[in-house]
């Protein structure tokens, strides 16, 4: 898939773009240049889908953060994610998990959180999110996914909130991601021979959710 090669290449780019450049952020540093990346929680609410629960995924990818003025920074992410949503209480031959996976590009402010001491932070901003490829799972099909590329917006933006610990060559983030839009756009989900994948509410909605906890470098 052309998608999942060029994350690839991306990815192995910003190692080594990590290795010739990342700053250590310390006293006088204007920038630093990282990788991140830890475990997401999601969860996918709305009409559409019957008895939501949390799903386990993962992040990670590549940070650029700017010291600017006044205690504040600016802090663009771009990184992959797995996202989703489990679901309680439907029969063998219908949905129980939904993995979404999703090429994100975050646009962050921290604000310090002590004068002149950039250990603690709040972090505020936007996340603009491409779905790449979805699939749905049922456990009457346990080898391969029950139905693939539901239909869903491919385009999402999140808002995001969160905390920040830094330190001079390590990191900690822990954000909270609420999709701003319904990204259903129809599910209509059927499995390989033909059948409908349901139950669902087809013109109902569907809203991301996420908890993300990275360590960077």
Do not use: C
């Amino acid at each position: 898939m052309k998608e999942v090669r060029n994350l690839v290449l991306l990815l192995v780019s910003l190692v080594m773009l990590n290795q010739a450049i990342g700053q250590t952020y310390l006293e006088g540093d204007k920038y630093r240049v990282g990788l991140k990346a830890g475990p997401a929680i999601s969860l996918l609410s709305g009409t559409a889908l019957t008895s939501p629960s949390p799903n386990f995924g993962f992040t990670g990818g590549l940070y650029y953060k700017y010291k600017l003025r006044n205690g504040f920074h600016f802090q663009t992410e771009i990184s992959a994610a797995i996202r989703g949503s489990r679901f309680k209480g439907n029969k063998d031959i219908e949905y129980n998990k939904f993995s979404l996976f999703y090429m994100d590009a975050a646009q962050l402010v921290l604000k310090d959180l002590q004068k002149d001491k950039h250990t603690h932070a709040a972090v505020f901003g936007v996340q603009p999110s491409i779905l790449i490829q979805s699939w749905v799972y049922s456990p009457y099909h346990q080898y391969r996914p029950a139905a693939r590329t539901v239909a869903l917006n491919g385009g999402e933006v999140f808002a995001v909130v969160g905390y920040q610990y830094s330190k001079k060559l390590y990191g900690f983030q822990s954000v909270i991601k609420v999709g701003l839009t319904n990204i259903n756009r129809g599910l209509n989900m059927y499995d390989f021979v033909g059948q409908p994948v349901g139950p669902t509410n087809n013109s109902g909605t569907v809203r991301n959710i996420s908890w993300e906890t990275t360590i960077s470098f």
